[in-house]
């Protein structure tokens, strides 16, 4: 990717520097400000997706690192996500922590899970680790159904709401303000670490495992390390998650979720930090889409046909992705980018 | 070749077998300093083998490998890395996803210390330690002429400059001893001249011109070469060891081995009492 003409670097810190031009600048906050700005403009029910999509954006980081960076497919992400969400919800409703000392326990306890279903990534690759976090994830929700006596089993728990010196987060405003300023430490935190020294030894490990051990990447502890980053960012979501329905059932973690998340991945462009994003937001949209076009659907043809709407319709997408553009919306949004770069002399 | 020179790399009678085929029988070498070793010989005479013994994706049945004093012998590959010892491949084996800076960058990886905690943070350490072994992965572009690919990603790269970054890559581990397995294999006389330029001058040290890279200042002093374009051997090897399915038949210096009689029957098989051959 060429700089702007005219921009030249000096230094190698600015040659790393993410944001390199006044305009990138300009544009990061302009962004920044228009998303904080957003419960200004909108009402209770954006505000809602919105949060969602943060919420999403978190864990989606954290499959992207594991996934996406270091090709350890994992199909759990939404058992972790379970993880980390309970064991913030049994922290602050049974033993009265306050979320914020219990947001950090929940990351770590999924990280620690993680790492744990992680070990047979050692041995097994592919398909087959796929089969494992498949088997993480049905082994997570089981534990958690048993346990009836801690985690009210099926019947779910009450969760209370995060509260911070007497102010609680309860309109749907203050909420999305707390996951949009996570979701934008959990976008920095990944960008840097794929642009140092551990990224680059996940993008080693996943396109070429051999030379990555002969150029001295240890394989065991790094493989385990993209597991727990991984967890650990399934499990902040997965907190937020709770905290913020003020419920938790295992229900909000169903298997389909994990292939959801995967799917999001697809959408955006694996081993991109920005199609996370993109992918997040633009199948989150596509819900929305959908219970839009559902109910006119269900009055001009059938019911049958709007109920499924929304399976089909992300099928649709993801499949039509994996035969068009593989590398997803990053990297058309790469060919933007570089094509006004040199617009209107396209040579 | 003086005797005074210490042992870098030693290998013990070295036996390493796939089920019933005997890949190495009883193999014995040793590199010194200051000493490029060319290890030759027809297909599948255990040449790599021997590569692969040492990095440590091999397991031998039998005898020790020994390197500055230490038995490496089954340790594993990464271990073998971090005491400096590099490797390029037969079949280019790059991180085909990463661009070229940043495959020379992930190959720091032994040299650095920055753990993914402080890299999420960036600002501080992390900053620092990147800026710091850029410059050296800087000098190594420079040094093997690949400014102009500093950016592209290496999977798009044409067959003879992606052999040219495996090389910086192995380069930038900082290595005491280089493997090069078939530096030159599939390349056209220019692209072969051009590397074993880079393999000599890598080899004796370009001194002040690139003070931020000690391998590149000082040189790497011991390389073991497994090449079959005779002509490259023979030129720049200091003393060349023969293998033939899997036993080493001839040691000694490229005059030495060019008269062995042992050497030309492998090469060009025994002429019988008919003459056929």
């Known amino acids: 990717m060429g700089l702007p003409s005219g921009t030249f670097n000096q230094g190698y810190a600015q040659d790393m520097a993410i944001f390199r031009t006044r305009t990138q600048w300009v544009m990061l906050f302009a962004f920044l400000i228009l998303l904080f700005a957003c419960p200004l403009f909108f009402g209770d029910r954006i505000l809602t997706v919105l949060t969602i999509i943060g919420i999403s954006i978190i864990s989606v980081h954290g499959l992207n690192i594991l996934t996406g960076y270091c090709n350890q497919i994992s199909m759990g992400h939404a058992g972790f996500m379970a993880v980390g969400a309970y064991t913030s919800a049994l922290l602050t409703a049974k033993l009265d922590f306050s979320f914020w000392a219990a947001l950090p326990c929940a990351a770590l306890a999924a990280g620690i899970v993680g790492i744990i279903f992680g070990l047979p990534s050692l041995r097994v690759k592919g398909f087959y680790l796929i089969m494992a976090t498949v088997a993480a994830h049905f082994i997570i929700i089981w534990v958690i159904l048993q346990l009836y006596g801690v985690t009210g089993g099926a019947d779910g728990m009450a969760v209370p709401r995060p509260e911070i010196g007497g102010f609680v987060f309860k309109s749907k405003a203050s909420y999305f303000y707390l996951v949009m300023a996570i979701a934008c430490l959990g976008t920095f935190f990944a960008k840097n670490i794929v642009r140092t020294r551990a990224g680059r030894a996940f993008i080693a490990i996943r396109d070429n495992e051999l030379a990555a051990e002969v150029m001295g990447v240890n394989l065991w502890t790094y493989k385990l390390q993209a597991f727990f980053i991984g967890c650990v960012y399934a499990g902040v979501a997965g907190s937020l998650l709770v905290h913020y329905v003020a419920f938790a059932t295992t229900d909000q973690f169903p298997f389909m979720n994990s292939v959801w998340y995967l799917g999001m991945l697809i959408v955006g462009g694996m081993g991109s930090t920005m199609g996370v994003i993109f992918g997040a937001v633009s199948l989150k949209l596509l819900d929305e889409l959908v219970t839009v076009v559902g109910p006119i659907l269900a009055a001009a043809v059938s019911p049958q046909a709007a109920s499924s709407l929304g399976l089909i319709m992300r099928g649709l997408v993801i499949l039509l992705f994996l035969i068009f553009e593989p590398r997803g919306l990053a990297h058309r949004w790469q060919m933007v980018k570089s094509y006004y770069r040199l617009w209107p002399f396209s040579h | ?277």
């Open chain 2, 1 to 277: 070749m003086t005797t005074d020179q210490q042992v870098r790399l030693r290998i013990d009678n070295l036996s390493l077998s796939f089920g019933g085929v005997r890949a190495l029988i009883d193999v014995s070498l040793d590199i010194r300093d200051g000493e490029i070793l060319a290890i030759i010989g027809p297909n599948g005479a255990g040449k790599t083998c021997i590569l692969n013994c040492i990095n440590g994706f091999y397991k031998p049945q039998q005898g020790e490998i020994v390197y500055n004093g230490q038995k490496i012998t089954r340790m594993r590959p990464d271990k073998v890395a971090k005491l400096g010892i590099a490797r390029t491949f037969q079949n280019i084996e790059l991180y085909t996803g990463l661009t070229t800076q940043d495959n020379l960058m992930a190959a720091r990886h032994v040299l650095m210390k920055q753990n993914f905690i402080t890299g999420a943070l960036y600002f501080g350490w992390a900053h620092k330690e990147e800026i710091e072994h850029r410059r050296t992965v800087e000098e190594i572009i420079d040094f093997l002429e690949i400014e102009s690919i500093r950016k592209k990603v290496v999977g798009v790269l044409p067959y003879g400059l992606r052999k040219r970054v495996e090389l910086g890559r192995a380069l930038a581990l900082e290595p005491k001893v280089l493997l090069l397995d078939e530096p030159m294999a599939g390349m056209n006389l220019e692209e072969k001249e051009d590397i074993a330029r880079f393999i000599i001058d890598a080899f004796e040290g370009q001194g002040a011109t690139y003070p931020n890279t000690p391998v590149l200042r000082d040189g790497i002093k011991t390389i073991i070469l497994v090449e079959h374009d005779m002509g490259v051997v023979m030129g720049i090897a200091d003393r060349i060891i023969v293998l033939d399915f899997g036993r080493k038949i001839a040691e000694g210096t490229p005059a030495e081995i060019k008269a062995n009689p042992e050497v030309i029957k492998a090469y060009l098989g025994q002429e019988t009492e008919a003459g056929t051959g």
